[in-house]
């Protein structure tokens, strides 16, 4: 069973560009959670979706950052309009059901210069 | 969720084992206690979790304390590939869904 995966592993954007993260999840995993880890800082919450719908958004900044875990496909953070301070690790985390242990994949490494 | 409270970080040497310390004076009676670790450059890996009961896997032991305000990860024979953060996490089980929160953690560093 392959677990999380997560890519790009690394992505490069110049400020004012639009990242893409794409996580798909652990087979028979429909809960996934994005986390953001900023340098020399700890991880936080961004969001929770479940297939098709976000649970908790609580995390995510309130402008350029959206989520989505379409019905097909895997989960997708988007940035639109990179500045420097969205540089960090984005991990994506995926569990069979609520409340249950999370699987982490490997990350994205974003960078904006 | 409750606040937990762990030492910045902590040293062992290799093939020793190692408690790793957590508090938790506020949790509440329906609060599991995880634990998470995350090697240099990866992401976060589960390690355990428990309620009241003691806990044992291939990874690790959880013993939690009997009024349970503290916990103790102990890892039986530490490997330089045990050298990561460790998190101690609680969840409320009635909660359902919750987003895992992360403190600080426990840096442990382990000679050879």
């Known amino acids: 069973n392959a677990g999380v995966m997560q890519n790009p592993r690394h992505l490069v954007r110049r400020r004012g560009q639009e990242a893409r993260l794409r996580c798909s999840p652990m087979k028979g995993h429909s809960h996934v959670y994005w986390y953001r880890q900023l340098p020399e800082e700890g991880l936080k919450f961004m969001v929770y979706l479940q297939k098709e719908n976000i649970i908790d958004e609580s995390g995510m900044p309130k402008e350029r950052f959206s989520a989505e875990f379409p019905k097909e496909g895997p989960s997708i953070l988007r940035i639109q309009q990179v500045v420097r301070g969205d540089s960090a690790a984005y991990f994506c985390?995926?569990?069979?059901?609520?409340?249950?242990?999370?699987?982490f994949g490997p990350g994205t490494r974003l960078t904006v210069t | 969720d409750a606040k937990t409270t762990q030492p910045n970080s902590m040293e062992s040497n290799e093939e020793e084992p190692v408690h790793l310390p957590c508090n938790h004076s506020?949790?509440?009676?329906?609060?599991?206690i995880h634990w998470y670790r995350q090697l240099p450059s990866q992401g976060p890996e589960y390690v355990i979790h428990g309620l009241t009961s003691n806990v044992n896997n291939r990874m690790a032991s959880l013993a939690i304390a009997e009024d349970r305000k503290s916990s103790t990860l102990i890892l039986h024979r530490a490997t330089l590939r045990d050298a990561a953060v460790y998190y101690c996490?609680?969840?409320?089980?009635?909660?359902?869904?919750?987003?895992?929160?992360f403190g600080g953690g426990t840096r442990l560093m382990v000679k050879p």
């Open positions: 506020t949790i509440s009676g329906t609060d599991y």
């Open positions: 996490i609680l969840r409320d089980r009635n909660n359902a869904g919750n987003m895992l929160t």
């Open positions: 985390a995926s569990s069979p059901r609520t409340a249950y242990e999370q699987y």
